[in-house]
C-alpha cells in the first residue's frame, strides 16, 4: 500500500510539473526538420516601390510582419502580413518624416522595432534610434546616437540596441563628425553610450603597418574612421563593427562597453591564379587571371558563428571609396605613374583591355615616397573572408569563387570588372540543423550564394540563386520562428523594390 501511496504521488507530482506554466519543459518545443540548405527556391515576391524602395527587412515573429526600409520617393517603413509566406500583402507603413530623420536598417526584438535614422535637418549631425511597437506603431523611445547611424541591431538576449555610426563628412569635407559606435540598454531606460576611436590613434602606425587605412586627406583619426555594420555574439557579450573604408573591424565589449581592439584587414593579393580577377570592361570577355594588384577586403556587412567554442566573423569584402567635391580617392589605373623597375611593362598594363579601367586607391602604393607607384592596391577583395572572433586572423577566404560562380550562373556584369566584380554585399550566418549555412548577397551579380561553413576552414558552395536587381538586405527566418514551421530568406532589392522569399526542400 506504502509502494501504491508513492506511485501515485509521483504520478501528481509529474502531472502538476507538466501543466506547471513557469515549467521551461511546457513551453512548446523547438521545431525540428530536415531541410536540404542546397535547395532554397523562391516561393513568393512583392514589389513595394521602384529604385531604393527595398532596402533592410525585419522579420516579427509575434505579428509575423516584415518591416523594410523604404526610401524610394517616400521615408517611411512599410508593413507586410507575411503570415502565408507564398502572399505577402502590404498592410501598414510608418510614417518616418515627423522624426527629422531617413531610415538606414530595421532591427527587432519581442515586439519592439528598432530604427536607424540619419538626420534628415543636417546629416553630419547626431542621428536617432527610434523604437516602435510592432503591434500598433506607437513610439516606445527616441534615443539620440551618434552621426549617420547606418546600421542597428539587438542583441539576440535583447538586452542591448547598437548602431554603426559612419559619420561622413560632408561634400566640401568642412565637417567630418566622428565615426562611432552606440551602446543601448534597452531595461535602463534605453540609456546610451556613444564611443569614438580617438584612444586608438596612438597606435597609428602599427595599425597601418598592418593594413587598417587613414585617408590622406582624413582631419583627424577619430573622424576619418567610418563604422558601417554590427553583429553580435551568442551570448551577448561581443561585438564585432565593420570599418569599411578603413579595412577592419572593432571589437566591442558590451558589458564594459568599451571597444577593446581593431583588427586591421590587411590586403589580398590578386597575383595568384585562385585569386585571379577580371579588371577590364573594355575586353569583351570574362577572363579571371592573375595581375599585380592588392585588393583592401574593405567590408560592409558582417556576421557570426561558433564552432567548436571558437567564436568566428565573416565579413563580405564589397570596398568602398570616398567621392567627395573636397576629395576622392579614386584613379583609373592609366592615369597613374608607376615605378619602372617594378613595372617595366606599365605601357602594356595600362591598355584599357588589361588594367587601364581598374580603379585603384589613390593615394596608396607610394612605399618609398618617391612620387610614383610602387605597387597597385584596389578596392575590395571581391570574395567573402571568414575570421577568428578573438584573434582577428584570417581563416579562409573564398579567393574568385563569388565571380566565377555569378558567371557560370550567368549573372556576372562585365560591367563592373574595372570597378568591384560582383560586388558583395550582405551576409548571413544560420544555423540549419546541425549545419551552419552562410548566405552572401552579390549586388551586381543579382544573387545569393550559400555555403556550408560548419568548418570554417574549408567551406563547401551549395547553391547559386537569382534575386531581384542589386539585393541589399539578407534575412535568415528560421524553422522555429517562421509562420510555416520551415526555414524562410528574405531578400530586399533596392535596384527594383522587390522583396523575394525563399524556401528549402525537405532533405
Known amino acids: 500500500m506504502k509502494k501504491l501511496t508513492l506511485s501515485l504521488l509521483a504520478l501528481i507530482t509529474l502531472f502538476a510539473s507538466c501543466n506547471n506554466d513557469d515549467n521551461p519543459k511546457n513551453q512548446e ?48 517603413i512599410d508593413v507586410i502580413d507575411l503570415s502565408d509566406p507564398t502572399k505577402p500583402t502590404k498592410i501598414s507603413k510608418i510614417d518616418l518624416t515627423p522624426y527629422e530623420g531617413a531610415s538606414n536598417s530595421v532591427a527587432i526584438f519581442d515586439g519592439k522595432l528598432a530604427v536607424a535614422l540619419e538626420s534628415t535637418v543636417n546629416k553630419q549631425a547626431n542621428g536617432k534610434v527610434v523604437v516602435f511597437n510592432t503591434t500598433d506603431y506607437s513610439v516606445i523611445k527616441q534615443i539620440t546616437v551618434g552621426a549617420l547611424p547606418d546600421m542597428v541591431t539587438f542583441s539576440p538576449d535583447g538586452k542591448y540596441i547598437m548602431t554603426a555610426n559612419e559619420g561622413e563628412p560632408n561634400t566640401t569635407y568642412t565637417q567630418d563628425p566622428n565615426g562611432t559606435i552606440s551602446i543601448i540598454e534597452v531595461a535602463n531606460n534605453y540609456a546610451v553610450t556613444t564611443l569614438d576611436f580617438a584612444s586608438f590613434s596612438t597606435q597609428l602606425s602599427t595599425l597601418k603597418k598592418d593594413g587598417f587605412r587613414i585617408s590622406s586627406f582624413a582631419i583627424s583619426f577619430a573622424a576619418d574612421v567610418e563604422p558601417e555594420y554590427v553583429t553580435i555574439s551568442d551570448d551577448s557579450k561581443t561585438a564585432w563593427v565593420t570599418m569599411q573604408e578603413n579595412n577592419g573591424v572593432a571589437k566591442v565589449d558590451l558589458a564594459s562597453k568599451t571597444i577593446t581592439a581593431i583588427f586591421p584587414l590587411g590586403f589580398k593579393d590578386f597575383n595568384t591564379a585562385e585569386n585571379g580577377i577580371d579588371v577590364s570592361d573594355k575586353d569583351d570577355k570574362v577572363a579571371f ?71 585603384l586607391i589613390a593615394d596608396m602604393g607610394d612605399t618609398d615616397g618617391d612620387g610614383d607607384l610602387d605597387e597597385m592596391v584596389s578596392f575590395g577583395a571581391r570574395s567573402f573572408s571568414i575570421w577568428n572572433g578573438n584573434t582577428g586572423k584570417i581563416v579562409y577566404d573564398s579567393k574568385n569563387d563569388l565571380d566565377k560562380k555569378s558567371q557560370e550562373f550567368g549573372t556576372y556584369d562585365d560591367k563592373r570588372s574595372d570597378d568591384k566584380g560582383s560586388e558583395p554585399e550582405a551576409v548571413v550566418v544560420a544555423k540549419m540543423g546541425t549545419q551552419s549555412i552562410l548566405f552572401v548577397g552579390v549586388e551586381r551579380s543579382d544573387a545569393f550564394l550559400t555555403y556550408d561553413v560548419t568548418n570554417p576552414a574549408a567551406p563547401q558552395y551549395l547553391q547559386t540563386v537569382k534575386t531581384g536587381d542589386a539585393p541589399e538586405g539578407l534575412l535568415f527566418i528560421p524553422a522555429s520562428k517562421s509562420p510555416t514551421k520551415r526555414s524562410l530568406v528574405i531578400v530586399s532589392s533596392e535596384g527594383d523594390g522587390v522583396i523575394k522569399i525563399y524556401q528549402p526542400d525537405l532533405k
Not at 324 to 341: C, E, F, G
Open 29 to 76: 518545443p523547438e521545431v525540428v526538420v530536415n531541410e536540404n540548405p542546397a535547395t532554397f527556391k523562391e516561393i513568393s515576391s512583392i514589389s513595394i516601390g521602384g529604385e531604393g524602395a527595398a532596402e533592410i527587412t525585419a522579420y516579427d515573429e509575434k505579428t509575423k510582419k516584415l518591416f523594410t526600409v523604404n526610401n524610394s520617393s517616400t521615408n517611411q
Open 289 to 359: 587571371s592573375p595581375w599585380k594588384v592588392k585588393g583592401m577586403y574593405m567590408p560592409d556587412a558582417i556576421s557570426h558563428f561558433t564552432i567548436n567554442n571558437t567564436p568566428y566573423f565573416v565579413t563580405v569584402n564589397e570596398g568602398d571609396a570616398r567621392e567627395y567635391n573636397a576629395y576622392s580617392d579614386i584613379k583609373r589605373m592609366k592615369d597613374v605613374k608607376l615605378d619602372a623597375s617594378v613595372f617595366p611593362d606599365a605601357a602594356t598594363l595600362k591598355l584599357e583591355t588589361n588594367l587601364g579601367r581598374l580603379n
